[in-house]
């Protein structure tokens, strides 16, 4: 058995192979529900796998809160509300949660909206790795992160983002209809600051713990999760009465123009109409999504990493999830017969490799810092 220490390299490594479990076991039950691929009948739309993927990732993330009892509080810093006592860090926890609730929508609706699903997952995830080194920088300067941001890790951010650049590079000019799209940008723009927003809470509460205080990141998650659920809870009560007024208008279209409608009034519609009308799959879908709950322990758990820079830690799982979303293409290619993975996917996958090499060097010389000054274990090597 793997027994490893908190913050040790060998921890590391176990959340990110879990993670890459997950996500590829999610990237390919994807393509079994949407898409060309689909080999559920009848296949599903964005929206609909949107809607009960998020709903079975959701109930395992509260189900595993509750039950393993991750909620109840792990600090010694509480604020007066009225008659509550309550944990100071919810006022920030809590709008992380909010962040959370807009950043897994906006996901799929910039696949909705994109031509290229590529383009798409390339905008986001180098977005995720600028964001992770802009909110160091901005901490440092805060005060709030005392640690130096080493030299291999911004390295290794060139080479990611290089990594996302050859993509880019290779797709068709159609690709990039998203600039001149107002839908597009705006989708992307609350992506974007959602997860800025998130990034930087997360390493706030990271960075400002009182010397020998717990760095509890179950509870973190948990309360983040609790926050995330209410706020989609709200979010689908309100789309679902706006969805409803407006179905029947859309309805009347023709084919052509619902095509060309508005895509807020298509994605209210069929939002509503995931719920209106239920697909014969639901459950096969919240089944699948329960594994993406199991991708949003690890991906929290590697964000939050005791010791590690915003840089290092965001670098970490996005390069984590670009393999795994390479590796679940190839294993849908030999067993659905789906797209091979492109020269562009084997180029990038390359240079990801070398900014991995560049990561490894920085967390040698990381946990030999972190060991000096005591603040992790030595854990025993992997047999």
């Given at each position: 058995m793997w027994k490893t220490a908190e913050g040790s390299t060998g921890r590391l490594v176990q959340l990110c192979l879990a993670y890459f479990f997950f996500y590829v076991i999610f990237g390919v039950a994807t393509k079994c529900f949407t898409g060309s691929t689909a080999v559920i009948a009848p296949k599903m739309n964005d929206m609909e796998f949107l809607v009960w993927s998020t709903l079975g990732g959701s109930l395992v993330c509260l189900f595993v809160v509750f039950t393993a009892g991750w909620y109840r509080a792990k600090t010694g810093r509480f604020i007066q509300a009225g008659p509550l006592r309550l944990p100071a860090e919810y006022a920030y926890i809590i709008p992380s949660g909010v962040c959370t609730a807009i950043v897994i929508p906006t996901t799929t609706l910039m696949y909705m909206i994109l031509k290229s699903v590529m383009v798409a997952m390339v905008i986001m995830r180098a977005s995720v790795i600028v964001i992770s080194r802009l909110v160091d920088e901005a901490?440092?300067?805060?005060?709030?992160?005392?640690?130096?941001?080493?030299r291999e890790e911004n390295v290794a951010v060139a080479f990611a983002i290089a990594a996302a650049?050859?993509?880019i590079l290779l797709a068709?000019?159609?690709d990039f209809d998203f600039l001149r799209n107002a839908a597009a940008m705006s989708v992307l723009s609350c992506y974007i600051l959602a997860y800025m927003f998130r990034i930087y809470i997360m390493n706030y509460y990271k960075n400002t713990r009182p010397r020998g205080a717990p760095l509890d990141n179950k509870w973190?998650?948990?309360?983040?999760?609790?926050?995330?659920?209410?706020?989609?809870?709200?979010?689908?009560?309100v789309l679902f009465s706006v969805g409803g007024g407006q179905g029947a208008a859309f309805a009347g279209l023709d084919a052509a123009a619902q095509a060309q409608a508005?895509?807020?009034?298509?994605?209210?519609?069929?939002?509503?109409?995931?719920?209106?009308q239920v697909h014969a799959r639901w459950f096969p879908a919240v089944l699948a999504g329960s594994v993406?709950?199991?991708?949003?322990?690890f991906s929290v758990f590697i964000f939050m990493f005791k010791g590690r820079t915003a840089t290092f830690a965001g670098l970490v799982n996005r390069l984590t999830s670009l393999v795994a979303g390479t590796t679940a293409t190839l294993l849908s290619y030999f067993i659905f017969g789906g797209r091979f993975p492109s020269r562009a996917d084997w180029a990038s996958l390359g240079l990801i490799l070398v900014a991995v090499g560049f990561l490894s060097v920085a967390e040698k010389r990381r946990t030999a810092e972190l060991a000096a000054a005591k603040e992790i274990e030595a854990g025993p090597k992997p047999a």
């Open positions: 901490q440092i300067r805060q005060g709030i992160l005392r640690k130096t941001v080493y650049g050859t993509q068709k000019s159609s973190f998650f948990s309360i983040e999760q609790i926050a995330a659920s209410g706020a989609m809870l709200l979010a689908t009560a508005d895509w807020k009034l298509r994605s209210v519609v069929l939002f509503h109409d995931a719920f209106a993406y709950g199991m991708v949003a322990f």
